[in-house]
């Protein structure tokens, strides 16, 4: 197919998906939209499963994600993260003890590599399917492990639809929950404020100062987003591949922006972050071109059993957990659920519920500031870090 053509196709295709996200308030994500469109795609021969490749994109796919890998570590705000240290500590129980809970009862259920495949994708996100299905290709793309792979992209596609649910009917109870504490007395609340602007932040001084305005450019931005890629995957490769290349570049992101090498959300800032999306979410979905309807209908009852063994083991141990830090069991699932959708999803079904439930500004307010700040805070910690590392060291336990 021609280039041209095979780029303006996978565009339209997620442009499309972006508008319906939209509509449906996340409710049918951008990635399930594109997944779903691009097999039927595939399976009627509208265009041949070579589309991904005609457009360019699966060769810069790995040095794409490594960057926005990177990015992902700039968006790291250790105060905010500190003043939620009991959050970070719940979160890092959910990811990590659940994920070992998830492994070894799916194990015996649906097998070695499906358990190795789910874990990662159900306590994170994409980043975590691309992980494994990177870690697949490195194996040379066996057929034993097609479907690992496909069942971690369905996961991605899918995670939203049931995350959203169950997240909006735990912080309800929550709202409501507080809302009842906060007229009885049994639950104090003091004004707090999240939204502040650039301006009104006092200025941290880093390592590195800030370059100056002019300087701050898309080429240097963009320069310097691959500096700091490129010595992780030296790093990667000194450890002979041990530690995951994606894992390093994470932990590189949040060092870079720390010392002040990078800015904070620099890909958005080098105005590269909407072609290098479509190129990440790419590294995910073309391992959809070697799969058959045959597949799909096989794989359903696996998807389910692997939702269910995440979400009860996740739930297990927020439960368990969170009453150490005297968390209510509902707050505890609507962190738990957190995993599976992330940022914007933590804040806008937060805001939403404050807005149902509170009847009046205090309310809406008290309900927010009591919500919002956790659910941030664990949607990043589960989402974006922890789900990482796990996934890096489970997918070495891929059979072939």
């Keep these: ?177 507080l809302k009842k504490g906060y007229h009885d007395g049994s639950i104090a609340w003091t004004r707090i404020i999240f939204e502040e602007t650039e301006t009104d932040k006092p200025a941290r001084k880093k390592l590195i100062p800030p370059l100056p305005a002019k300087y701050q450019t898309s080429f240097i931005l963009l320069a310097k987003s691959c500096i700091v890629a490129l010595i992780s995957f030296w790093l990667s490769d000194l450890t002979g591949g041990a530690v995951h290349k994606y894992v390093i570049c994470l932990i590189m992101g949040v060092l870079a922006q720390e010392i002040g090498f990078l800015e904070h959300d620099v890909m958005k800032k080098s105005n590269c972050y909407g072609i290098g999306l479509i190129v990440c979410m790419v590294s995910i979905l073309v391992f959809l071109t070697a799969v058959t309807p045959h597949d799909v209908v096989s794989l359903l009852p696996v998807v389910a059993g692997a939702f269910i063994i995440g979400i009860v083991s996740m739930l297990a141990v927020a439960v368990i957990i969170g009453k150490i830090f005297h968390f209510s069991w509902q707050m505890c699932c609507g962190i738990t659920c957190s995993c599976l959708f992330g940022f914007p999803g933590t804040y806008v079904v937060s805001t939403e519920v404050a807005n149902t439930i509170g009847e009046t500004d205090d309310e809406i307010q008290m309900i927010t500031d009591n919500i919002l700040p956790k659910m941030l805070v664990a949607g990043f910690i589960c989402l974006t870090i922890t789900s990482v590392l796990i996934t890096g060291v489970f997918v070495n336990y891929f059979v072939v």
């Excluded at 990635?31 to 399976?43: E, K, M, N």
């Excluded at 994920?99 to 975590?128: E, R, Y």
């Design 1 to 177: 197919m021609d280039g041209m053509l095979a780029l303006t196709i996978v565009c339209v295709i997620f442009a499309i998906g972006d508008w319906i996200s939209d509509k449906t308030h996340a409710i049918v994500p951008v990635l399930l939209f594109a997944s779903l469109t691009f097999l039927v795609l595939f399976w009627t021969g509208l265009v041949p499963t070579t589309l991904f490749n005609d457009a360019g994109l699966m060769q810069i796919s790995t040095m794409m994600t490594g960057l926005f890998i990177v990015n992902m570590g700039t968006l790291l705000d250790l105060k905010s993260f500190v003043a939620q240290w009991k959050v970070v500590v719940l979160g890092l129980a959910i990811v990590i003890v659940g994920g070992v809970l998830m492994f070894f009862v799916a194990k015996p259920i649906l097998g070695n590599n499906f358990a190795v495949a789910l874990v990662g994708p159900i306590t994170g996100g994409w980043v975590s399917a691309v992980v494994v299905n990177d870690a697949i290709t490195a194996l040379g793309s066996p057929d034993s492990l097609k479907l690992a792979g496909v069942l971690a992209t369905i996961i991605v596609a899918t995670q939203g639809i049931i995350g959203y649910p169950l997240a909006s009917l735990f912080l309800r109870s929550e709202a409501r929950r």
